[in-house]
């Protein structure tokens, strides 16, 4: 079983960079592939961008070239770097882990409680 927690988030103008954390607080991430989800309101929550457990990875369109996903199975935890932050880009982001990477939900088993990004001038 897999416990996921997210951290990262925050206010950030337009243009700016975030860098988002998801850590397993119980059980083990690297055997495990993990995506990235976001929420904004009043919208389906999206994937975003998704690791294997082999470092393989995927992106939304909507976020290729800006958006960047690294894992550290030593730290037992995988970040997602934000650049050039769009308003579009606001939302609850959530980390979730499951044994296929893709960006959809029903990939996925457990799921972190996710954390705020907000982009605003």
């Known amino acids: 079983q897999l416990q996921l927690v997210e951290s990262g988030g925050g206010k950030v103008q337009p243009g700016g960079s975030l860098r988002l954390s998801c850590v397993a607080s119980a059980g083990a991430l690297e055997y495990y592939a993990i995506g990235w989800f976001r929420q904004a309101p009043g919208k389906e929550r999206e994937g975003v961008s998704c690791i294997s457990s082999g470092h393989s990875t995927n992106y939304a369109d909507s976020v290729q070239g800006r958006f960047f996903i690294s894992r550290d199975n030593a730290k037992n935890t995988v970040y997602l770097q934000l650049d050039s932050l769009k308003p579009e880009d606001t939302g609850v982001y959530y980390c979730?882990?499951?044994?296929?990477?893709?960006?959809?939900?029903?990939?996925?088993?457990?799921w972190g409680q996710g954390t705020q990004v907000t982009v605003s001038s």
């Open positions: 979730a882990g499951g044994g296929f990477a893709g960006l959809h939900e029903t990939d996925y088993e457990y």
